[in-house]
């Protein structure tokens, strides 16, 4: 589990827990938990350049206030930060529990902001479920960071992502939007999420955001958006999709 995006936009994530658990069946049961609140390269992650660790907070794609170097350093890139140990989210077709799914709640602090003086906004910022570490080449602008032109859309990718979209191409509803992508960057669902402004600012602009998966339900939770300013926390924004990781994801993930 981890995240993948696609620049211009800057991304800065300040906060990110995993909890996975399997529903209640067994005595099989068992929970993880990762927290983080900052981060160093020391911490148990896989980065794949050029996102990076800076300011203690993961840099999914460069960000730089420097316009004469912005052009080359901000286009076309991707990047990827996942966990470097999988995670168990279902069993094989023996286990006797062949259709018990874990549970997961993944929450983190976003910054997506474009640049003052950029002339296009980034794509956006997907949390993803992948079945291996690594970042797809060519896999910028609307691929998300999740696949390439050649192999978007096919079932063997294996990957879940819950997008926050911040730039419109043909097959999108909007410039803001979030979506529920399987295998393909052609969501399977999506929402927008107008009047929420998301993305395309031009100033620092923080939102708390949960992906939460029932296995019990099968149902994803994704994502839920509060103000990062407010002091209550205020919820902004939820979105609920049916969804079997079974029949998308690998039993054992990153
Ligand atoms: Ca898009
Ligand atoms: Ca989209």
Not at 46 to 62: E, G, R, W, Y
Not at 244 to 249: F, G, M, P, R
Request: net charge negative; aromatic share 10%.
């Amino acid at each position: 589990m981890g995240m993948a995006a696609n620049p211009i936009t800057a991304v800065v994530l300040l906060l990110l827990s995993i909890l996975a658990a399997p529903p209640p069946v067994s005595a099989k049961l068992k929970t993880t938990t990762i927290s983080f609140n900052t981060f160093t390269f020391s911490d148990p992650l896989k980065v794949n350049p050029p996102a990076t660790i800076s300011n203690d907070a993961l840099q999914v794609t460069p960000d730089t206030g420097n316009t004469a170097a912005a052009s080359s350093l901000l286009a076309n890139q991707s990047g990827r930060i996942l966990f470097d140990t999988p995670f168990q989210l279902w069993e094989g077709k023996n286990d006797t529990f062949s259709d018990r799914v874990a549970s997961f709640n993944a929450s983190f602090l976003v910054n997506i902001f474009r640049l003052k003086d950029s002339p296009t906004p980034g794509e956006g910022l997907t949390f993803v479920v992948a079945p291996d570490l690594n970042l797809p080449l060519n896999s910028s602008g609307e691929y998300l960071g999740l696949t390439n032109a050649t192999t978007d859309g096919n079932a063997s990718n294996q990957i879940l992502a819950v997008e926050l979209d911040t730039f419109q191409e043909d097959f999108d509803p909007d410039a803001n939007h979030v979506g529920l992508n399987i295998n393909s960057v052609r969501s399977n669902k999506t929402t927008s999420l107008t009047p929420l402004l998301v993305g395309p600012n031009q100033t620092a602009n923080f939102f708390n955001v949960w992906v939460q998966y029932d296995g019990v339900k099968k149902v994803i939770y994704g994502p839920f958006i509060s103000a990062f300013t407010s002091p209550c926390r205020k919820m902004l924004w939820t979105n609920l999709w049916s969804l079997n990781l079974i029949q998308c994801v690998h039993g054992r993930a990153v």
